[in-house]
């Protein structure tokens, strides 16, 4: 790993330290990307994913000065390029609905990643730490 986060930032002259962070952050969920297709999830670490995952969406949303409803809107098109399924995605986010381990892995196992989290991340340009690790927590031991 430490060689292919060297080569990641190789060539780094003339960036600036947001632009070298942001390739990081990069290589990092590639990685953590490609290990976590096989993996399984458990149903208690799904439901405080869930959680995070809608308080996100809540804190976004209000500093937006928006409404659920309207931020749901503004989701749908980026939720489509990362594969997700809006409907369920609403659900979650709305708390109607808590995510169980065996939907995550289906989830992640059909496209390589959470298609949730990838929306909330581009919606609210940033990488929302929290919500990565309370994922990777999720994955069963």
Not at 87 to 104: D, N, P, T
Not at 117 to 137: A, C, H, R, V, Y
Request: with cysteine; net charge negative.
């Amino acid at each position: 790993m430490t060689i292919v986060l060297s080569k990641a930032v190789s060539g780094d002259e003339g960036r600036s330290i947001e632009e070298r962070i942001s390739s990081l952050e990069d290589v990092i969920q590639a990685l953590l990307e490609s290990g976590v297709r096989q993996k399984r999830f458990t149903d208690d670490g799904a439901k405080a994913y869930t959680d995070v995952a809608r308080k996100y969406f809540d804190e976004i949303s209000n500093s937006k000065g928006i409404l659920a409803e309207d931020a749901l809107k503004e989701l749908v098109e980026i939720s489509k390029k990362h594969h997700g399924d809006m409907e369920l995605i609403s659900k979650i986010l709305l708390g109607e609905h808590v995510l169980s381990g065996e939907e995550m892995r289906e989830a992640v196992q059909a496209t390589g990643r959470c298609p949730m989290m990838k929306t909330l991340q581009e919606w609210s340009g940033d990488s929302l730490p929290n919500l990565s690790k309370s994922f990777i927590d999720a994955i069963a031991n």
